[in-house]
Nanobody, 123 residues
Framework: QVQLVESGGGLVQTGDSLRLSCAASGRTFSGYVMGWFRQAPAKDREFVAS????????SYADSVKGRSTISRDNAKNTVYLQMNSLKPEDTAVYYC????????????????WGQGTQVTVSS
């Protein structure tokens, strides 16, 4: 049974950094794509970044490209999202997700989800 548990969110100021963690368990994740999504009030769930477990190829949304880094630790079965230069528009609940196969930006194509962690960036 796959479980994804996010942590690392919090209340920060504009310009600060956070590292979000997603602890994955239940299966070997080779062949999986791990993704980070976020959802702000009154907005749809939005793609942030993804990484292929095997090989580590990454993809980023334009809104975070250049100031965010997604990575994974194979030994710990953990995926990270390092976010720098945070802005108020980054405020959202951040979700970790996973699916087999190809990378993508549509949240509806991801099979497994964590419960989310709140990131709030004050101005």
């Amino acid at each position: 049974q796959v479980q994804l548990v996010e942590s690392g969110g919090g209340l920060v100021q504009t310009g600060d950094s956070l590292r979000l963690s997603c602890a994955a368990s239940g299966r070997t994740f080779s062949g999986y794509v791990m993704g980070w999504f976020r959802q702000a009030p009154a907005k749809d769930r939005e793609f942030v970044a993804s990484i292929r477990w095997s090989g580590g190829s990454t993809s980023y949304a334009d809104s975070v490209k250049g100031r965010s880094t997604i990575s994974r630790d194979n030994a710990k079965n953990t995926v990270y999202l390092q976010m720098n230069s945070l802005k108020p528009e980054d405020t959202a609940v951040y979700y970790c997700a996973a699916r087999l196969g190809y990378s993508g930006t549509d949240y509806k194509t991801y099979t497994y989800w964590g419960q989310g962690t709140q990131v709030t960036v004050s101005s």
